[in-house]
C-alpha cells in the first residue's frame, strides 16, 4: 500500500500537494551522528517514506537531557538528503533556527508542541520566514487548547506563502497514563472543522511514548480521515539518546505501515441510500436525546424550586453518588463505556447545577426557613 515517494527536495512545494495520502515522515527524534541519520534515511527512502525528520535543536522538559547535536548536525542532514534522495525537515523554535535552517537549505520546518504554546515565539518564527515558501507543519501545543494551535496556523499562514499542515501529536497529562499524551482525538477534529484546507498529520510515536501502542494510534488516525503519519525511526532503537521507547527500526516502521489498512475518505463502504437512511436515523434520535434534556432540565428546576422553598443547598453528594452509581450500572448493561457516561454526566449535572441556580435567584424573597 506505500506510495511510491516521488518527492524531490527541488518539488517539495508541489510533492506535498500530489502525494498520494498517508504522507510518511520519519527519522530518528534526535540527528546523533552523520552515520545514523544517513543509515536511517538510506533504510527509509526504501519503505516509501517521503520526508526525513531528524530534531536538531531538541526543547528538552527539564535540563541536563539531550539537548541535541545544533546546528553542525543541519550537515549531516543535507547529506543524508544527497545519499537517500529524501527531502528534510526539523524542528525550529526560534528565528536563529529558522536562519540557520535556510541557509542550510532544510526543505521542511516544523514547530513543535513546546514552542506552539507561546504566541510570541510562534510569531518570531512567522516573521523569520516570511516571504519563503518552506513548507512548515504545526504541532498542536502541549494541551488542550485548540485556539492556540488556530492561532499558532494563522500566524505561520500570514507570513510564508508554502504550504502549512498541522501535526496532532497529542496532550500532556499529569501522571502515569496509558498514552504519554493523551491523543483528544476530539480537538483535532475540532481543528479539521475550523480549518478544513489544512491537512493534519498524526504523529503516534509522542502520542504513544512507547512502541507497543503505535500500530493502533497509527490506524485510529488513517481511519479518521488523517492525511499522513510521522513515526520517530532509529537504527538501535534501545540505544537512542532521546525517546528510545518510542523508536522504532526502519524494518518496523515498514512493517507497521503495511500493517495499516488505509481507507480512501471519498470511497463509500455502504451504498450512499443507506448512509443516508442511517444518518436520518441518528437525527431523529438526537432530535429524541435533546428534547429528554430538555425534560430533565424542567425537572431539575422544580427541584430547585423545592431546595429553595426548604433551605437546602443545590448540592447533595449522596444524591450525586447515587446518580453515577446507577447511570454507570445502566450503561454497562448497554454496552456503553463507563467513561463516556461520567463524562456525559457530569455536562448534565453541571447544567442542571447552572438551572437550579437561576431558578433559586430569580426568587427575590429567602423562604421563610433559610
Ligand atoms: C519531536 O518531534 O521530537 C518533538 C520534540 O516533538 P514534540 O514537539 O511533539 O514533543
Ligand atoms: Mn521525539
Not at 71 to 99: D, F
Not at 322 to 336: Q, S
Request: with cysteine.
Amino acid at each position: 500500500m506505500v506510495s511510491n515517494n516521488s518527492i524531490n527536495a527541488q518539488s517539495i512545494v508541489e510533492g506535498l500537494a500530489q502525494v498520494q495520502r498517508p504522507l510518511l515522515i520519519s527519522g530518528p527524534c534526535s540527528a546523533e551522528s552523520e552515520e545514523q541519520v544517513v543509515q536511517t534515511a538510506n533504510d527509509l527512502s526504501k519503505r516509501g517514506v517521503h520526508i526525513l525528520r531528524a530534531g536538531v535543536w531538541k526543547p528538552r522538559t527539564r535540563p541536563n537531557g539531550f539537548e541535541g547535536m545544533g546546528t553542525i548536525a543541519l550537515r549531516w542532514l543535507v547529506n543524508a538528503r544527497e545519499s537517500s534522495g529524501l527531502p528534510i525537515a526539523t524542528e525550529v523554535a526560534n528565528a536563529q533556527h529558522v536562519e540557520a535552517c535556510l541557509n542550510a537549505g532544510v526543505d521542511v520546518m516544523w514547530i513543535g508542541a513546546r514552542t506552539t504554546v507561546s504566541p510570541f515565539a510562534v510569531q518570531e518564527i512567522a516573521d523569520a520566514l516570511k516571504g519563503t515558501n518552506v513548507p512548515v507543519f504545526v504541532k498542536n501545543p502541549m494541551h488542550a487548547d485548540l485556539s492556540l494551535w488556530l492561532g499558532a496556523l494563522e500566524r505561520v499562514r500570514n507570513t510564508t506563502d508554502g504550504p502549512v499542515w498541522a501535526i496532532h501529536r497529542g496532550f500532556s497529562q499529569y501522571g502515569q497514563k496509558e498514552y504519554r499524551n493523551a491523543p483528544m482525538w476530539e480537538i483535532a477534529i475540532g481543528l479539521k472543522m475550523a480549518l478544513p484546507d489544512v491537512p493534519i498529520i498524526c504523529d503516534p510515536s509522542h502520542i504513544a511514548g512507547n512502541r507497543a501502542l503505535l500500530q493502533a494510534v497509527a490506524q485510529k488516525a488513517m481511519d479518521l480521515g488523517m492525511e499522513g503519519l510521522m513515526l520517530e525511526t532509529h537504527p538501535n532503537p534501545q540505544d537512542a539518546l532521546s525517546d528510545s521507547n518510542q523508536q522504532l527500526t526502519p524494518a518496523a516502521f515498514g512493517e507497521l505501515i503495511d500493517s495499516l489498512t488505509i481507507r480512501s475518505s471519498s470511497e463509500p463502504k455502504i451504498s450512499s441510500a443507506d448512509l443516508s437512511a442511517l444518518r436520518l436515523q441518528m437525527d431523529s434520535i438526537d432530535e429524541q436525546v435533546i428534547e429528554l434534556l430538555h425534560a430533565r432540565m424542567g425537572l431539575a428546576r422544580q427541584i430547585g424550586l423545592h431546595k429553595w422553598e426548604n433551605g437546602m443547598t443545590i448540592l447533595q453528594m449522596e444524591r450525586w453518588k447515587e446518580v453515577f452509581d446507577t447511570r454507570e450500572k445502566w450503561a454497562e448493561r448497554g454496552g456503553l463505556s463507563p467513561e463516556f457516561i461520567f463524562n456525559f454526566l457530569e455536562q448534565v449535572h453541571k447544567e442542571s447545577i447552572r438551572v437550579q441556580n437561576e431558578e433559586m435567584n430569580s426568587k427575590k424573597i429567602k423562604p421563610a426557613n433559610s
